[in-house]
């Protein structure tokens, strides 16, 4: 375990990972999980790839379509916290056990009730795991992650804005939702039915799972720390040395500040008013004055810190690839360190109970 510790505390936080919500296109059946590659892992749960998880591995529950996910978790672990919340959210202790019990109560509503003995699962509907969904996002365990929620398909996010309408109590304002549909290319009806099993949409190919995103920024970092002159702090003005401290840099392009992480910290919690937590959201940049995502300059920091091999990834020249081979590639070379990960959600109680698995009608 000691060992399994130290290889987490070494590694940067992720490039990606998010937990999703697939939806059977025969059956009412939906299976929630969690990984870094929506693309990959839709395929392998329509088997176009090997993977996937055993409960829809059935070829009478293909294809399923990925109808929403939840992004921003600074971790694998994290992302398999909220997972198994969600997959059980009259058990998790995220959730207070007098909501847990209300919950249980109302997804039991016209069904014969459980054993007390049976700690299983309710048989959750699509309306019900959004709802889950929506606690989950503003309970108070997850409630100072970046966490964004991304709806591919239309009918699920008309219902998920039918909840929210009814609901009093709205989602913190930091959480952005946002539609973007997914559809099958304009086809022929029997070329549509035929690619159905193993079409990915191209949204959600386009979704970026590398360390792309951070290029620029951890480009910018490396000139900003090389540059020969002392640096100060842009909070405590004291001297910023990346051997005794860790040193954040600001991300704006022309912006070349640099502050200690603990004084950083302390001012953005201050802006925000809230001195009972360790770890802010979001603050503004002692220098220029933007508005600066703490989870930013988190992956940033982590990356200089602990992900030597990543890094060298980002930057390795890319490989020629021929018309061909370059089309069924989902996200090219810089998906390579992401396919040594194992999949991680194969095996969260997905054989505790088994959803009703009656035809769609």
Known sequence: MMTDALKIESRPIPAFYCCYLLRSKNRKSYYIGSTPNPARRLGQHNGSSKGGAKRTSMQGKRPWEMTCIVTGFPSKFAALQFEWAWQNTHATRHIER???????EDLQKGKKPLSPSRKRRPPMSLEARLKNLHHLLGVGSFSRWPLHLRFFAADVFTQWEKHMAKMPAKLRKSITIQLTPAELPKLAADVRVEMQTHFIPDVIRAIPVAYEDCKTYVEKSKSVLDEA??????????????VKSLILICPVEY?????????????????????DTLLPMEGTCPSCRSPIRWSTMMKELSLRTRGEEEIKALF?????????NAAESDTGDAQDL???DEDLDETWMEDLNDDEEKPAS
């Open 98 to 104: 007098g909501v847990r019990d209300a919950r249980v």
């Open 229 to 242: 002159r002392n640096r100060a702090c842009g909070v405590c003005k004291k001297e910023a040395d990346t």
């Open 255 to 275: 912006c070349k500040a640099v502050s200690h992480m603990a004084c950083l910290s302390k001012k953005f919690l201050a802006e925000e008013g809230n001195q």
């Open 316 to 324: 390795k020249p890319k490989r020629k690839r021929k018309a061909d």
């Open 338 to 340: 992401d396919e040594q």
